[in-house]
C-alpha cells in the first residue's frame, strides 16, 4: 500500500503521535522535500536512512519549526503543530554543551529557555541524573567528561524538557565505534525504560535495526520515502541480537534498498 493509502485508510481511527502529510519545502529553485509523508505512534522508536544531503535533517528543521514548509502538514495527535516546534525536544549530532557552564548547568539549559527558572530547572533534573550514569559529575565541566557521558548529558538536557517527541539527529555520528555501540545499547535500555517516541536520523544501518521499531528510507534530493520497513525483533535487545537472523536479514534488506534503489543510489549499479 502506497504511503498516501495508509493515511487514508487511517482516518476515523485514533490519530499518529505524529503525522508528516505530503511535505514540501525548497531552499530558493532547489527542492528539498517532495510530498514527504510518514508518521510516528506514541512511544514508537522510527528511524530515518537516506544518503547525506537528501534532505534529512531540513525534515527536522519543519518539524521544529525553523523552516517553513511550502505545502503539506505536520499533526500531533491529530492536531496541526504549533508555531515554534514546542511538541517536539531536538538533539543535534554535536552535544552543544556550553564549555563554561557546569554539566548541571548545561542540562537546565533547554528548561532555562523556556522560561523555567534555573533553580526549579535544576530540581527537574537532579533525579535524572544517576539514571543517565552522571552521578557525581554534576559540577564537572563538559571538557572534563567523555564523549559517551558528554551525549549523555546532551540527551538528559533534551528529554527533560517533556516535549512530545524526541528528535535525535546523528546524536552518536561523532564517537569512535566503540563508545558509539555502547552508547546505543544504553540509549535502548532507556527507551525501554521510559517509552519516548523517538525520531532518529541516522547513516548506521545496525544502529537503526537494533534501535528501531520501523524504519523509513528516504530517496535522494528531493526526499521522499521510498521503502518502510518494519523490525519485529524482540525487545528489549541486546548487541549479541546482531547476529540473529532476522537481524542480519533486515539488515541485508536495507542495504539492498539503499545501494541498488536508483532513487537512494543515484550511479551506485
Do not use: C
Not at 547525506?52 to 528543521?61: D, L
Not at 571538557?143 to 558528554?150: A, E, I, V, W
Not at 548529558?153 to 563508545?179: C, I, K, M, N, S
Request: hydrophobic content about 40%.
Amino acid at each position: 500500500m502506497s504511503v498516501e493509502g495508509r493515511f487514508a485508510s487511517a482516518s476515523g481511527s485514533t490519530p499518529h503521535r505524529v503525522t508528516a502529510n505530503g511535505l514540501r519545502h525548497s531552499f530558493g529553485d532547489l527542492e528539498v522535500l517532495r510530498d514527504l509523508s510518514l508518521h510516528a505512534e506514541q512511544g514508537e522508536f522510527v528511524t530515518i536512512l537516506g544518503p547525506s544531503g537528501g534532505g534529512k535533517s531540513t525534515f527536522f528543521s519543519v518539524l521544529t519549526g525553523a523552516s517553513e514548509p511550502s505545502s503539506g502538514e505536520v499533526l500531533v495527535d491529530g492536531a496541526p503543530v504549533t508555531a515554534g516546534g514546542a511538541h517536539f525536544a531536538f538533539m543535534p549530532q554535536k552535544d552543544a554543551l556550553l564549555p563554561w557552564r557546569r554539566v548541571l548547568d548545561n542540562m537546565t539549559l533547554g528548561l532555562e529557555v523556556q522560561g523555567v527558572k534555573r533553580s526549579e530547572a535544576r530540581e527537574r533534573v537532579r533525579p535524572l541524573i544517576p539514571v543517565f550514569g552522571l552521578d557525581g559529575f554534576e559540577d564537572s565541566y563538559p571538557f572534563q567528561l567523555s564523549g559517551g557521558m558528554r551525549q549523555r548529558a546532551a540527551l538528559l538536557r533534551t528529554v527533560v524538557q517533556d516535549r512530545d517527541v524526541l528528535l535525535l539527529d546523528e546524536p552518536f555520528g561523532a564517537l569512535d565505534a566503540l563508545t558509539r555501540t555502547q552508547m546505543q545499547a544504553w540509549l535502548e535500555k532507556m527507551w525501554e525504560e521510559f517509552r519516548w517516541t523517538v525520531l532518529l536520523i541516522t547513516h548506521d544501518v545496525r544502529e537503526a535495526v537494533f534501535l528501531s521499531d520501523r524504519i523509513y528510507v528516504f530517496s535522494q534530493r528531493p526526499a521522499t520515502v521510498v521503502a518502510e520497513i518494519e523490525v519485529p525483533l524482540p525487545r528489549p535487545r541486546t548487541i549479541d541480537m546482531v547476529t540473529d537472523p532476522m537481524f542480519a536479514g533486515i539488515e541485508a534488506q536495507l542495504l539492498k534498498i539503499l545501494l541498488q534503489d536508483p532513487e537512494v543510489s543515484g550511479d551506485v549499479p
